[in-house]
Nanobody, 126 residues
Framework: QAQLVESGGGLVQAGGSLRLSCTASERTFSSYWMGWFRQAPGKEREFVSVVSWNGGRTIYADSVKGRFTISRDGTKNTVYLQMDSLIPEDSAVYSC???????????????????WGQGTQVTVSS
């Protein structure tokens, strides 16, 4: 069964950077939109960013725009989330997800994503 596996989470001080990776087990995902969501304790899951199948289109949540960068490497079946200027409010479990079809007017609807990873913890200390 196709799987998504995240890595790269950890503990970082405010103002620091982390790069998350999401590796797909199959090349099937090369034609999928790949996104990142996050969920902090006691809060709802929140859309972070998404990238098109060829990397040509990216969408960001307002809360991370200008600080986070999403990209993908088709040769490695991997999607990255470069997170800079981190703040404590960025602390959450970050999960990657794959969507075969996506409504670009509503990229953050979790139900549109067909596959999900298990998540990786990001903690930003003040």
């Amino acid at each position: 069964q196709a799987q998504l596996v995240e890595s790269g989470g950890g503990l970082v001080q405010a103002g620091g950077s982390l790069r998350l990776s999401c590796t797909a087990s199959e090349r099937t995902f090369s034609s999928y939109w790949m996104g990142w969501f996050r969920q902090a304790p006691g809060k709802e899951r929140e859309f972070v960013s998404v990238v098109s199948w060829n990397g040509g289109r990216t969408i960001y949540a307002d809360s991370v725009k200008g600080r986070f960068t999403i990209s993908r490497d088709g040769t490695k079946n991997t999607v990255y989330l470069q997170m800079d200027s981190l703040i404590p409010e960025d602390s959450a479990v970050y999960s990657c997800a794959a969507a075969r079809v996506l409504n670009l007017d509503f990229p953050g609807i979790a139900a549109r994503y067909n596959y999900w990873g298990q998540g990786t913890q990001v903690t930003v200390s003040s």
